[in-house]
């Protein structure tokens, strides 16, 4: 029976990929997702599951890479810095399509930054950080409880397409407490899928790899791997409208998004009609749903977290830049609704 519990929400993902069948965790601390390996060393040991604190972040995805390559669930967290180092390795995971879930709760940036909550990681996660043609899955929860349902979700996507899924959290999300509904614990079906590493009796054994020398070998592949993502796109692509009834719309992703709903409510109250779209998959972005959607917003509003990064994605759905105002708030800082509310109040009064 599903369980309503009060949880941090590191501590509410960590639980929600247990539930979802994780075997494996593999992560070096750093803040501030450390709740999420704190949680995980105790409670993939008393599973019987394997927890593993690496000695870095490089080391932890590798580990991930080649556990992962056994076919079992498999899952690592880590925060803005830490998953640049992470980079190589997913990359290496994309190429070899191997599955798994990593968890990037981030910081402010770039480089070491420091501890707020940022929307600055967008394009490394939504354009690839790493060598290569290949494109990540990239889930951005406002909620925590949204954050439990997509990562508790986002194992079974990885193995259905075997590419690497990525929660986009922030701070914000991972340090609050709300109350979750936690979905029931299922395992992952025992049952050869053709590809993995699970040993080689009585059969041929198998590669699981990124390099391809043949000539024309790797061509083919990332053509594959180009297919496979519109595939995903097709199939997964994920949003929200928030309020139909609108001629302003506000788009804006994760913590940006859930403040937004206030001022969305607020404006109401100004006889303002305004809406929310909210990707929840930033990669891959749901473009056509939104040029759909601006097609009825005389003015529309980006708000991020950052200096503006989705800004190039809103752009491109809605192909009309006369429509778009952006508010960044970069730096490590929350928008308060105060912030978005008055940036609308100046566009609707020009």
């Given at each position: 029976m599903a369980?309503?519990?009060?949880?941090?929400g590191n501590e509410a993902i960590a639980e929600a990929a247990v539930r979802a069948g994780v075997k494996g965790y593999f992560g070096y601390p750093i803040t501030p997702q450390n709740e999420v390996t704190a949680y995980m060393s105790y409670r993939m040991p008393e599973l019987g599951r394997a927890f593993v604190q690496a000695e870095s972040e490089v080391a932890a995805i590798n580990m991930v890479y080649g556990a992962a390559a056994t076919g079992e669930r498999i899952m690592t967290t880590s925060s803005s810095p830490g998953i640049a180092l992470m980079q190589e390795g997913i990359s290496y995971m994309c190429g070899a399509e191997v599955p798994a879930v990593i968890v990037n709760i981030v910081r402010g940036g770039p480089g070491l930054g420091n501890i707020g909550p940022s929307q600055c990681d967008y394009n490394q996660s939504t354009r690839g950080?790493?060598?290569?043609?290949?494109?990540?899955?990239?889930y951005a929860p406002h909620t925590v409880q949204e954050a439990v349902d997509l990562t508790y979700e986002a194992f079974e996507v990885a193995e259905k397409y075997r590419n690497p899924v990525l929660i986009l959290g922030d701070g914000a999300i991972g340090q609050m407490a709300e109350t979750v509904t936690l979905p029931e614990f299922k395992e992952k079906p025992q049952k050869d899928e053709g590809w993995e590493l699970n040993g080689a009796k009585g059969r041929d054994g198998r590669s699981v790899k990124s390099l391809r020398l043949a000539e024309g070998e790797l061509k083919k592949h990332n053509w594959h791997l180009h297919e496979k993502f519109l595939e995903i796109a097709k199939n997964e692509t994920k949003y929200e409208i928030f309020s139909e009834d609108y001629d302003f719309?506000?788009?804006?992703?994760?913590?940006?998004?859930?403040?937004?709903?206030?001022?969305?409510?607020?404006?109401?109250k100004q006889n303002i009609k305004a809406g929310l779209f909210r990707p929840i998959t930033v990669s891959p972005f749901p473009y056509e749903a939104l040029k759909e959607a601006s097609k009825k917003a005389k003015k529309i509003l980006v708000a991020e977290m950052n200096t503006g990064q989705m800004l190039f994605d809103v752009r491109l759905a809605v192909q009309n830049d006369e429509k778009i105002e952006f508010l960044g708030k970069p730096g490590g800082e929350v928008f308060s609704p105060k912030d978005i509310y008055e940036k609308a109040i100046e566009?609707?009064?020009?």
């Open positions: 369980e309503k519990v009060l949880m941090k950080g790493g060598n290569g043609d290949y494109h990540l899955i990239v719309l506000i788009v804006a992703f994760g913590t940006a998004a859930r403040v937004s709903k206030s001022v969305v409510k607020e404006l109401a566009i609707f009064k020009k």
